[in-house]
C-alpha cells in the first residue's frame, strides 16, 4: 500500500516537474531584469513648440496659445512659439490646445487631434505635436470641424488605420492558428507573447543586455546598453521565439507524452496566462513604456490619408513577413511538414515526419510573430495587459478566417481590422470591438467552418 502510494506522489510531482521548471526559468529571466526597469521620479515635463507655414514656406511661432494638462495646469506660448509644463510623475496625461487662442487665420490642421493623451515617462520631456495650417487650410480645417457628415477622407483614413490593425492582429492571429492546427490546443497564454514581445523590444530598446548582466555595461550595444528599436526589434523576436520553444518544450511537449487531454491543456494554459500576465506587472509595472525612438512624429499626407513614416514602414514589414509565411508554408520542406500535420498528424507520422520538431518549430516561429505583432503595437505605447486586451480580437480572427489555417487567420484579421475602425463611422468608438465580435457571428452562421476553413462531418 506505502509503494502504491508512494508511485502516485512520484506520478504527481512529475506531472508538475514542467510547469516549475517554467516558473524557474521565467523567474530567474525577469528577476535578472527588473532592477534595470526601475526609473527614479521626478523632474518630467510636457513640451510643445507651436509654428505654422506662412506662404513663403517658412516657419512662424505661435505665441499666446494656450495648452492645458488635465489636473496639472495650463501653460501659454512664448514669442518662440514654445512652452513647458512641469508634471509632478510619470504616467498618461490629457493635453488640450484651445483652438480660440490661436491667432486669427490660424486652425489646426485636424480638429480632433485638439485633445491628445500622451505618456510622461520618469526624468524626461514628452514633445506633444499640434500641426497647424493658415489661409486656405485654415479655412479648410475649419469648414471639416462644422461638419457632422461622413467624407471620403475620414472613409479613406479609417480603411487605412483598420489595414494598418489588421496587419499587426494577423501577426498575432497566424501563430495561434498554426498552434492549433498541428496540436489541436487553443492557447489562451498566445496574448502573452504578444504583451512579452513589446515589453523585451522595450527592454532591449531601453538597457540591452547590461540590464540583466551588470559588468557587461562598458561594452557597446547590445551588450552594455540599449539598442536602436530596429535592432531592438530583431532581439524582441529572438526572445519572443526562445520563450515559445521553452514553453513547448518544458511544458506541453511533456503533458502531450503523459497523454493530458486537450481540454486540460487548455484549462493550464489559461493558468499560465494569468501567471504571466501578473509576472509582467510585478516586473516591468502597471504604467504604459514607449520606445526611446519614433515616439512622436509628424504625420506625412499620402493623397488623403495621412500616416507616420514608423507605421508606414511597420506596415510595409507586415506584409513582408506574412507573404514570407506563406512562401515558408508553401514551397518549404518544413512548411510543407506543418501542413502534412496539421491536415492529418497520424498519417504524417507514418509518413516519416518527425512530428515533435514541427511541433516545436511551430511554436518558435509562432511566437516570434507573435512578438512582432505585438513589437509593432507598441510603437504607439505598451502595456503589462495589452496582449490581454486584444485576446477576443485574435480569436476572433482565427475563428472568422477558419480555424488551423494561416492563410484563413490572415483574412480574418484584415477583415475584424477593418469592421473595428470603420464601424466608427456611425457608431461610438467604445462599441467598436463589440461590432467585430458581431461580424464574427454572423459570418459564422452562413458558414460555420469560417472563411477559409474546411467543412467535416461531425458524427
Known amino acids: 500500500m506505502t509503494a502504491r502510494i508512494r508511485q502516485e506522489s512520484t506520478k504527481a510531482m512529475a506531472q508538475w516537474k514542467p510547469l516549475a521548471g517554467l516558473l524557474i526559468v521565467v523567474c530567474s529571466i525577469l528577476g535578472l531584469v527588473s532592477p534595470a526597469l526601475a526609473q527614479d521620479e521626478g523632474g518630467q515635463s510636457i513640451v510643445t513648440q507651436l509654428r505654422y507655414k506662412d506662404e513663403a514656406g517658412e516657419q512662424v511661432p505661435v505665441e499666446g496659445a494656450i495648452v492645458t494638462v488635465e489636473g496639472v495646469g495650463e501653460a501659454t506660448t512664448d514669442a518662440e512659439g514654445k512652452l513647458s509644463i512641469p508634471v509632478p510623475e510619470t504616467g498618461e496625461y490629457v493635453v488640450t490646445l484651445d483652438p480660440a487662442s490661436l491667432p486669427e487665420g490660424i486652425a489646426l490642421k485636424d480638429a480632433d487631434r485638439a485633445q491628445l493623451t500622451v505618456l510622461v515617462e520618469a526624468n524626461k520631456d514628452k514633445r506633444v ?24 477622407r475620414r472613409i479613406a483614413q479609417l480603411t487605412v488605420e483598420g489595414l494598418k490593425q489588421g496587419l499587426y492582429l494577423a501577426m498575432a492571429a497566424i501563430g495561434l492558428s498554426l498552434i492549433y492546427g498541428t496540436t489541436g490546443l487553443v492557447n489562451f497564454a498566445h496574448a502573452e507573447m504578444v504583451t512579452f514581445g513589446g515589453l523585451m523590444t522595450y527592454f532591449w530598446n531601453f538597457y540591452g543586455l547590461a540590464g540583466m548582466i551588470g559588468f557587461l555595461a562598458p561594452l557597446p550595444a547590445p551588450f552594455g546598453d540599449g539598442t536602436n528599436l530596429v535592432f531592438a526589434i530583431i532581439l524582441g523576436m529572438i526572445t519572443g521565439g ?21 481540454i486540460a491543456q487548455m484549462v493550464i494554459t489559461i493558468g499560465l496566462s494569468i501567471l504571466l500576465r501578473y509576472i509582467f506587472v510585478y516586473f516591468f509595472g502597471g504604467s504604459p513604456r514607449s520606445f526611446r525612438q519614433y515616439t512622436a512624429q509628424r504625420a506625412m499626407s499620402i493623397g488623403p490619408v495621412e500616416l507616420t513614416p514608423k507605421d508606414l514602414i511597420a506596415m510595409g514589414i ?33 509518413s516519416g515526419i ?20 505585438g513589437a509593432f503595437f507598441a510603437l504607439d505605447q505598451t502595456k503589462w495587459d495589452f496582449g490581454f486586451r486584444i485576446l477576443l480580437l485574435i480569436f476572433a480572427a482565427v475563428t472568422l478566417g477558419g ?3 494561416a492563410y484563413g487567420a490572415l483574412l480574418g484579421a484584415i477583415v475584424i481590422g477593418l469592421v473595428i475602425n470603420l464601424s466608427t463611422l456611425f457608431l461610438d468608438p467604445e462599441l467598436k470591438n463589440m461590432v467585430a465580435l458581431l461580424a464574427m457571428v454572423l459570418v459564422l452562421m452562413f458558414r460555420p467552418q469560417g472563411l477559409l476553413g474546411k467543412a467535416e462531418r461531425i458524427g
Open 318 to 350: 507586415s506584409v513582408g513577413v506574412l507573404i514570407a509565411i506563406g512562401l515558408l508554408l508553401t514551397m518549404t520542406r518544413m512548411g510543407k511538414a506543418m501542413r502534412a500535420v496539421s491536415d492529418n498528424r497520424d498519417l504524417a507520422e507514418s
Open 242 to 262: 526562445l520563450l515559445g520553444y521553452i514553453l513547448d518544450r518544458v511544458m506541453f511537449r511533456t503533458m502531450r507524452r503523459q497523454g493530458i487531454s486537450l
Open 129 to 152: 505635436l499640434f500641426a497647424l495650417v493658415t489661409g486656405e487650410g485654415a479655412a479648410a480645417a475649419a469648414a471639416a470641424a462644422d461638419s457632422s457628415g461622413i467624407d471620403g
Open 354 to 373: 518527425d512530428v515533435q520538431k514541427v511541433i516545436s518549430t511551430v511554436w518558435i516561429f509562432g511566437a516570434s510573430a507573435a512578438a512582432l505583432g
Open 403 to 405: 480555424l488551423g489555417t
